[in-house]
């Protein structure tokens, strides 16, 4: 028999396709999971049993949650990645690690095929296809729901049929959970004009009393909380992350421009993502010079936007990673962040780097290491040339 590796969350569609698979095409069935951070041990038992139920021939977890860190997350701090200003890139990322994960495992093994159960109307397609035909063009791809244009009750009488009968009850909300934050959608997501009630978000208020906290970076990196270092800097995240969700903190609506070129609207909360994003942009504002800020700007948006398209592997991605490295020398210290109900307030920080330095003066108070007639003299330098203009042409 022919092998499938079939990229498998234990959800309808990954269902459908591990049984449509073996009977239907006569392939052998490797169901494997990439876990980038997002699942607990209570789902990832419940994931594989799901998996052994359904007959694939062998079942695989992969845990590649330092992967993601090193190879996106960091980058996505360094550069203050949030898609149109808003959205930490948080599900779309994980897929490329995913995908990348996946293909690396149906390689290892000698897969002829490999699955996916994306549909035809969202962006992971596109991410699958593409990563999956860099990194394995010699592996056919298989996407059967996207292919069948099934509906959820088809598949579930499909399934029912093959005596499968796990509990697919449609839920009011998707919720997609991950290290990088949790997307939410539902009724709301699919209008313009409405938001996502409170009960629809998986964390809930249950924390009303201020707390301040102190998150330390070096070099960019995100590595500790009140004094305490982690070697783990996926750790690090887990623990803020637990500190700040029972205040419901990072909860937003995102709207944005699909792969496939349709609007997408889509709720979620990331309150460690948020917190490090602007608690890291706060001190870069101290320790970085002013055209280090803008280029970073520039080059961050390109880079997320990128990412988030699924282009991973365009070789200007290595490039905008060096340039993003390579800023973060002087990017350390200490930031102090009081976290409230919804809300989160950056208070300042502390840095060897700091340039705000009273040695060279306070702004609009104090100068120190200039003159009155040199601020005289720079005034008229600075802008001589708009003066010519006018004087030449109005």
């Not at 970076?217 to 004094?227: A, Q, S, T, W, Y």
């Not at 390579?326 to 409230?340: A, I, K, P």
Request: glycine share 8%.
């Amino acid at each position: 028999m022919k092998k499938v590796v079939l990229a498998f969350s234990g959800g309808l569609d990954t269902s459908y396709s591990a049984i449509y698979l073996r009977e239907e095409m006569g392939l052998e069935v490797h169901a494997v999971l990439a876990d980038t951070g997002g699942f607990s041990a209570d789902e990832l038992a419940l994931i594989e049993r799901r998996a052994k139920a359904l007959g694939v021939e062998s079942y695989r977890a992969l845990d590649v949650a330092q992967e993601y860190y090193r190879d996106q997350i960091r980058f996505m701090v360094y550069g203050n990645v949030l898609k149109n200003g808003t959205y930490p890139i948080s599900v779309s990322s994980e897929r490329i690690s995913q995908a990348v994960a996946v293909a690396e495992y149906a390689k290892s093994i000698g897969a002829d095929y490999l699955c996916h159960g994306s549909t035809g109307a969202g962006n992971d397609q596109v991410r699958f296809d593409m990563i999956w035909g860099t990194l394995a063009p010699q592996i056919p791809i298989i996407a059967l729901i996207r292919e069948k244009r099934l509906t959820r009750d088809e598949e579930i009488e499909y399934l029912r049929a093959h005596g499968v009968d796990f509990d697919f009850k449609k839920a009011e909300y998707s919720i997609n959970q991950g290290l990088w934050g949790t997307s939410v959608g539902g009724r709301e997501t699919l209008s313009s004009s409405e938001t996502l009630p409170e009960s629809a978000y998986p964390s809930q208020l249950t924390q009303a009393e201020p707390k301040r906290v102190t998150l330390t970076f070096e070099k960019g990196e995100f590595v500790g909380i009140d004094g305490r270092i982690f070697d783990d800097k996926v750790q690090a995240i887990r623990e803020l992350q637990s500190i700040a969700a029972p205040y419901a903190i990072g909860r937003d609506m995102h709207v944005g421009d699909t792969i496939i070129g349709i609007k997408g609207r889509v709720g979620f909360e990331a309150a460690a993502p948020l917190i490090i994003i602007k608690a890291h942009h706060t001190l870069e504002k101290h320790t970085l010079a002013k055209w280090q800020l803008f280029w970073k700007d520039q080059l961050s948006a390109f880079y997320g936007n990128w990412l988030h398209e699924g282009q991973y592997f365009d070789p200007v991605m290595r490039d905008l990673e060096a340039f993003l490295e390579s800023s973060q020398r002087t990017v350390s210290g200490d930031v102090y962040v009081e976290l409230h109900p919804y809300r989160f307030v950056v208070v300042g920080i502390s840095s060897p780097h700091d340039l705000m330095s009273s040695k060279f003066g306070a702004y609009g108070e104090v100068m120190s290491d200039w003159t009155s007639a040199d601020v005289e003299g720079f005034g008229r330098i600075f802008g001589l040339q708009n003066k010519i203009y006018r004087r030449i042409n109005e």
